[in-house]
Structure formats: structure tokens, C-alpha cells
């Protein structure tokens, strides 16, 4: 199972850091992907972090303002946001299922998703 938490509204510029946070797996061999939907459009893949050697991906549209992490300790993932625009604004998503980023992007339903945290940047 995984659980989104900590999205919320902040002005453009601004920074916000949302969780997911799982059960039911080993969490520190699994990869930990994030994705942002948007009404109308296919899921965005923003971020990955594997887990088996913590190597990290980013999507070109936030390279350089958000970074991905990984509390195995606390079987958690964290995915900050930083230098935020209204073109980040959707529901972030977290997703899983295979030990390396690269594998869980050849994944076309990964078998663990959350339900999402909604993200928007206004003003």
C-alpha cells in the first residue's frame, strides 16, 4: 500500500514537500516513482528513486527544482518541490513494483499506486 500526503496550495515560486509512505512490501529494494495528473492529460512521470541503488530520474520539466528521496528507515518517500509554476499544479501520485526505476518504467500499471495528493500553484 502506498499513501501520499503533504500537497496543499502554495504560490507560484513557492516550495512543498509531499510523502508517500508504504506497507505491505520490502520497502527498501523497491523503486519508488512519482507521477502528476492532470484533468484531460496522460500521467506525467516527474520523478523515480530505485531501490536497490538509489539512483534517481527526473522528468525535463523539473530538473534542477525538485529532488526525490528515500527514508528506508521509516519506509518512506519524499519528493521535493521547489521554484514551483501553475504548470505543476495536479494530483502527484506515487507508484511501485520493481526494484529499479528503469524497470518500473517498462511497467505500463505498475501494481502499487497511491490515491494521489493534489498540488496547486496559484496565486
Known amino acids: 500500500q502506498l499513501v501520499e500526503s503533504g500537497g496543499g496550495s502554495v504560490q507560484p515560486g513557492g516550495s512543498l514537500t509531499v510523502s508517500c509512505a508504504a506497507s505491505?512490501?520490502?520497502?527498501?529494494?523497491?523503486?519508488i516513482a512519482w507521477f502528476r495528473q492532470v484533468p484531460g492529460k496522460e500521467p506525467e512521470g516527474v520523478s523515480c528513486?530505485?531501490?536497490?541503488?538509489?539512483?534517481?530520474e527526473y522528468g525535463d520539466s523539473v530538473k534542477g527544482r525538485f529532488a526525490i528521496s528515500r527514508d528506508n528507515a521509516k519506509n518512506t518517500a519524499y519528493l521535493q518541490m521547489n521554484s514551483l509554476t501553475p504548470e505543476d499544479t495536479g494530483v502527484y501520485y506515487c507508484?511501485?513494483?520493481?526494484?529499479?526505476?528503469?524497470?518500473?518504467?517498462?511497467?505500463?500499471?505498475?501494481?502499487?499506486r497511491g490515491q494521489g495528493t493534489q498540488v496547486t500553484v496559484s496565486s
Open positions: 505491505g512490501f520490502t520497502f527498501q529494494y523497491y523503486a
Open positions: 507508484a511501485s513494483g520493481a526494484g529499479l526505476c528503469r524497470e518500473l518504467a517498462r511497467m505500463p500499471s505498475p501494481p502499487w
Open positions: 528513486i530505485s531501490g536497490t541503488d538509489g539512483s534517481t
